[in-house]
T-cell receptor, first 114, second 112 residues
């Protein structure tokens, strides 16, 4: 299994500001994934963070709004830029294991944008 | 378009009752299927998964799910629920490694 730590666990932000969420994993992983869970909705994949290359974004998500860093095999950050109330969500980091195919999730970072 | 549909958004049942949560998916090729659970205040945890082989898979805490390819379904079942099964349950499809598409989730409340 993988233990994933996210910071911050929650934050309240002002419209127009940016916030960076950190994800730390207790083991080296090739790919890390960032998901969003908007209030009352399911999880949606934002992007895949690859070490050594640019992140791959899903349809509807762009790098300017959600820049991602992946400096090494155990760490990634997701920035939510120029926030609006519609960005109020839980943002989750996840990693997978190729031997079991299971995805592990962090506890999430709950953002509220006023 | 690819999609995952969970039939019920909220389910309320009494302890010892049987639970079945429906999940249908729409994908053209081979997929891996998952059920995740999120207990109140906790992070997502894997209940069970299906990759291939026996279409009836058993997971943790007495849950099982049946993959019916012809119906594009992966329904979750538990014969007798407990109060501690109160949680939100998500069906998910993995069309490519690590990229899950989740259903909308089903909030299950088990009353004592």
């Amino acid at each position: 299994s993988a233990v994933i730590s996210q910071k911050p666990s929650r934050d309240i932000c002002q419209r127009g500001t940016s916030l960076t969420i950190q994800c730390q994993v207790d083991s080296q992983v090739t790919m890390m994934f960032w998901y969003r869970q908007q209030p009352g909705q399911s999880l949606t994949l934002i992007a895949t963070a690859n070490q050594g290359s640019e992140a791959t974004y899903e349809s509807g998500f762009v790098i300017d709004k959600f820049p991602i860093s992946r400096p090494n095999l155990t760490f990634s950050t997701l920035t939510v830029s120029n926030m609006s109330p519609e960005d109020s969500s839980i943002y989750l980091c996840s990693v997978g294991t190729t031997n079991t195919g299971e995805l592990f999730f962090g506890e999430g970072s709950r953002l509220t944008v006023l | 378009a690819q999609s995952v549909s969970q039939h019920n958004h909220h389910v309320i049942l009494s302890e010892a009752a049987s639970l079945e949560l429906g999940c249908n998916y729409s994908y053209g090729g081979t997929v891996n299927l998952f059920w995740y659970v999120q207990y109140p205040g906790q992070h997502l945890q894997l209940l069970l998964k299906y990759f291939s082989g026996d279409p009836l898979v058993k997971g943790i805490k007495g849950f099982e799910a049946e993959f019916i390819k012809s119906k594009f379904s992966f329904n979750l079942r538990k014969p007798s629920v407990q109060w501690s099964d109160t949680a939100e349950y998500f069906c998910a499809v993995e069309a490519s490694w690590g990229k899950l598409q989740f259903g909308a989730g089903t909030q299950v409340v088990v009353t004592p």
